[in-house]
Structure formats: C-alpha cells, structure tokens
C-alpha cells in the first residue's frame, strides 16, 4: 500500500512558477517510477511528466517540455513537479500516481500502468 499526497497548488499569474510536491509513504522501496498527470475541466486526463525512483530517468508531455522539471528526493519519498512559465492552459487538478512494479518505465503516459493516486491540487493561471 501506498499513499500519495500531493501540495504546492494555488492560483499563478501567467509567467509564473508553482512547485508541486508529492510525499509518498508505505511500500516505496519498491524502486518504482511516479508520474504526473493532470485533468482540466471538460477533458480527459492527460499525462505531464514522470521519473523512475532508482536512476531518476524523466520523461515529459511535449506541452510541457521546457517549462516543467520532475525531480524527486528519495530520502525524502518526495516527488517535485517544478512549473515555469506558466499559462492559463496549464489550468487543471494535478494528481501524482505511483507504479510500484514498474510497469510503466516503456510507458511513463500510460495512466492505466500507475497503481496509486493522490487526491490532486488545484493549479489555477490567471491569464
């Protein structure tokens, strides 16, 4: 069992930053991976960024490439989201998931391949 619990959420001006956090307790020694995904009003959820806790390899949205950096303390079983350059399109719930048995390393995107969820945070720019 684990759980996520995401922070760091608000509302940003456009061209600004916001850091997500993700702290993850129970069975995390696993050497899994945590990915990033988000869901704005009306559309489905989609993939924003992810890292394997042992390496620490990345992969990211093309949307959010440049913009964005996952990086992750594993002292800590934290996950960071660090978002730059902000806009308003980056609005939505932001949900930090964990796969455990590393099913999603050939498919960091695939929501399907995470199997625990945080509760999500709201991340709102204003335009």
């Known amino acids: 069992q684990v759980q996520l619990v995401e922070s760091g959420g608000g509302l940003v001006q456009a061209g600004g930053s916001l850091r997500l956090s993700c702290a993850a307790s129970g069975r995390t020694s696993s050497g899994g991976a945590v990915g990033w995904f988000r869901q704005a009003p009306g559309k489905e959820r989609e993939f924003v960024a992810g890292?394997?806790?042992?390496?620490?390899?990345?992969s990211y949205a093309d949307s959010v490439k440049g913009r964005f950096t996952i990086s992750r303390d594993n002292a800590k079983n934290t996950v960071y989201l660090q978002m730059n350059s902000l806009k308003p399109e980056d609005t939505a719930v932001y949900y930090c998931?964990?796969?455990?048995?590393?099913?999603?390393?050939?498919?960091?995107?695939?929501?399907?391949?995470?199997?625990?969820w945080g509760q999500g945070t709201q991340v709102t720019v204003s335009s």
């Open positions: 998931a964990a796969d455990i048995y590393r099913r999603s390393y050939p498919y960091p995107s695939n929501e399907n391949l995470y199997d625990y």
């Open positions: 890292i394997r806790w042992v390496g620490g390899s990345t």
